[in-house]
């Protein structure tokens, strides 16, 4: 079966306790389920990773091109400073969804910068978890768009 990598950045392992009037008191295992059941929908598999560290995100997304369709991303804070992040989406032919959990231009203006979206098919944010779920069939209409 065909599978996607849901793949979150740095802090995103303290959903649930982290700034909860932000992010609510969703939790990352809360956004695992989901994904799971979303893509289940799709016929689609899903595998999870969660890394505080830039190095492993760039890792997660070299090696998602041999083994998955697609990547939901939510790259944290370094969706805001990382080049690096960058170009290894741009170096993967696979379709990326940048994804936020807040509405990250309703915040500060820090966070209004995204150095991925021009690489990523298209950009989800401030939905709470439900984003996830949004991401999942965006990824699986496009697949079916563009076999
Ligand atoms: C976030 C928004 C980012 O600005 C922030 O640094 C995060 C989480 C979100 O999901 O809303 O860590 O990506």
């Known amino acids: 079966m065909p599978s996607l990598l849901i793949l979150n950045g740095p802090n995103l392992n303290l959903l649930g306790t ?41 890792d997660a997304i070299q090696d998602a091109k041999s083994k998955h369709c697609g990547v939901v991303l939510n790259a944290g804070a370094y969706t805001h400073t990382s080049i690096a992040l960058r170009d290894a989406i741009a170096s993967v032919d696979l379709p ?10 309703a915040r500060e203006q820090f966070r209004h910068y995204s150095y ?3 690489v990523c098919i298209g950009v989800i944010c401030g939905f709470g978890i439900t984003g996830y779920g949004l991401a999942i069939d965006a990824l699986a209409a496009r697949m079916e768009a563009v076999p």
């Open 18 to 58: 982290r700034e909860p009037e932000i992010y609510g008191s969703d939790t990352l295992a809360d956004i695992e389920a989901l994904s799971k059941v979303r893509a289940a929908e799709h016929d689609l598999t899903v595998e999870c990773l969660q890394s505080n560290s830039e190095g492993a995100l760039v």
């Open 96 to 105: 990326v969804i940048e994804l936020h959990v807040s509405n990250v231009f």
């Open 116 to 118: 991925i979206s021009e």
